[in-house]
């Protein structure tokens, strides 16, 4: 059943006809103009109504409800601290949207150059190959074909030692099944097919009704081995060179939804909120562009689960795509969709911005533990987008759930918040950085300690480099995870009492 905050909420807002609730207006439907009935409170940021006078003046005192970049009810707070926040994000947003061209083209030329190497048999087969004219260039939608993220972290194939029924079979799974998530359809269906031996459903874009264009991808995995019928669902993160994604990221836009609490918008944007209707309970797909992610992955696993009681969930993802994986459930519960959320085995992600506020932590973890479905949130080290956006008194974000805090031995502990829990502390900053360094002296030895499996090569090393500059961002990339998902213990897998602030 859905909270009793939720039930409360219908009967407040019961003077909405019942087909309406939470869907829009006819007239916002009419006129096109985005719909907020859904929500009780909100503050929108519109970095296409920006201009440079508008963004200087929102950080002097002022009602930012009469900003023409932001959309909020009348009376919104804007103390100096949530005008900077504002500031900041409106101000990437909007660089975001104008080198988001050339940073596709360069991502496309560097991903296509670290490809060259291996699609011509090596560097030494590349030099003879330019000496000839004859070089052999990559194709990108090939299954050899690695993106950005693909090169930090080569290794594609599962740990033999850890088997169905393991503690830590699903945390291993996912974390690869997150890993994979970045590459293209022909690499993800070859390395699930071939490789792991499950069965592929499907690698999909998803329409962003905010961004209007297909922004949001996931991959859909059955898992039928021994002791298992589980489907993953894998929503994809953050892509080196995607402007969008990035702007999802950087959008601290927010809804308040009655009885569910205060949530992320750019993150609810990119699971599939609806321009004009919210999130109603059903949608009619419209055929003239991809269909939505929440809409289209709950019609293709309600297919899947009826066909077959034994089989059940799990929902996954990294960085941006860990973020969607929670919030999944969290709509799936606004819908009262009871009898999904008792064959959903688990949510794991991996690298997890904030999501909401403490009700909506609260919210999510009622439906959770009614239904007995246990939620890992594995935070690496010193990863600065777990700690983000801030959890202070100006944005209100906060995690909540089973937080596995793993060290740079992959040593893991299950604390209620991971330390530095907002990164920039200038307390932090010589400890973060001896940790960066260790970080990198680690990489050339790991091989030996660990096995040839975790050996890193040039291109991770030289990304370590960058964690000497900047403590944090190094630390985000998969190869961490996947180390920490097989390294780390069994035991923190087990059912436990979740640590309180």
């Not at 503050?43 to 002097?60: A, C, G, T, V």
């Not at 993150?267 to 289209?296: C, R, T």
């Not at 008792?342 to 009614?370: A, I």
């Amino acid at each position: 059943m859905a909270s009793k905050g939720w039930v409360e909420a219908r009967k407040k807002f019961s003077h909405y006809p019942t087909f309406f609730f939470p869907f829009c207006s006819n007239l916002a439907m009419a006129t096109g103009d985005c719909n907020k009935e859904f929500s009780t409170d909100y503050i929108l940021l519109k970095p296409e109504n920006l201009s440079f006078y508008e963004l200087i003046r929102i950080l002097f005192p002022g009602d930012i409800e009469k900003r023409k970049f932001v959309d909020c009810l009348e009376g919104a707070e804007s103390n100096f601290e949530r005008r900077w926040i504002i500031f900041i994000s409106i101000s990437a947003q909007k660089f975001l949207q104008f080198v988001a061209k050339p940073l596709s083209w360069f991502g496309s030329a560097f991903e296509t150059g670290l490809n060259l190497s291996s699609t011509n048999g090596g560097f030494g087969r590349l030099l003879l190959n330019c000496l000839r004219g004859n070089i052999q260039w990559p194709d990108k939608t090939s299954p050899t074909f690695s993106s950005f993220n693909g090169h930090l972290d080569k290794r594609v194939e599962l740990d033999e030692s850890i088997k169905p029924g393991d503690s830590k079979y699903y945390a291993a799974l996912t974390m690869m099944s997150a890993k994979i998530s970045y590459e293209n359809k022909a690499f993800i269906k070859t390395t699930v097919e071939d490789r792991w031996k499950m069965e592929f459903l499907g690698s999909f874009d998803f329409w962003n009704d905010y961004q209007d264009k297909a922004t949001t991808q996931a991959f859909i995995l059955h898992d039928k081995n021994v002791d298992s019928d589980t489907i993953i669902v894998t929503f994809r993160g953050t892509e080196t060179f995607d402007a969008d994604a990035w702007c999802t990221d950087f959008d601290i836009s927010w809804y308040e939804i009655p009885g569910v609490g205060k949530i992320h918008g750019g993150f609810m944007k990119a699971l599939g909120l609806q321009k004009n209707l919210g999130w109603p309970k059903e949608i009619i797909q419209d055929d003239s562009h991809p269909p939505v992610a929440y809409y289209a992955i709950r019609e293709m696993l309600r297919e899947r689960l009826q066909a077959n009681d034994q089989t059940k969930f799990v929902v996954t993802g990294h960085s941006l795509g860990a973020a969607l994986a929670i919030l999944f459930p969290a709509i799936l519960a606004l819908h009262e969709e009871t009898w999904m959320l008792e064959r959903l085995r688990g949510v794991y992600t991996f690298g997890q911005p904030r999501v909401g506020d403490l009700k909506f932590g609260e919210f999510t973890t009622e439906q959770l533990n009614e239904h007995n479905i246990p939620y890992f949130r594995f935070v690496y080290g010193n990863d600065l987008v777990p700690r983000l956006p801030y959890d202070d008194k100006a944005l209100m974000f906060k995690h909540f759930g089973t937080c596995l805090y793993y060290n740079s031995f992959y040593e893991g502990k299950i604390v209620a918040e991971e330390p530095n829990k907002n990164y920039f502390s200038p307390l932090m900053a010589i400890p973060k950085t001896m940790n960066a360094v260790w970080e990198l002296i680690r990489s050339f030895i790991i091989g030996h300690s660990k096995g040839k499996e975790y050996t890193e090569g040039w291109f991770l090393r030289a990304f370590r480099v960058l964690g000497l500059i900047v403590p944090g961002v190094s630390a985000h990339g998969p190869q961490d995870y996947v180390n920490s998902t097989r390294l780390g213990s069994s035991a923190l897998l087990l059912p436990h009492q979740i640590p309180t602030l």
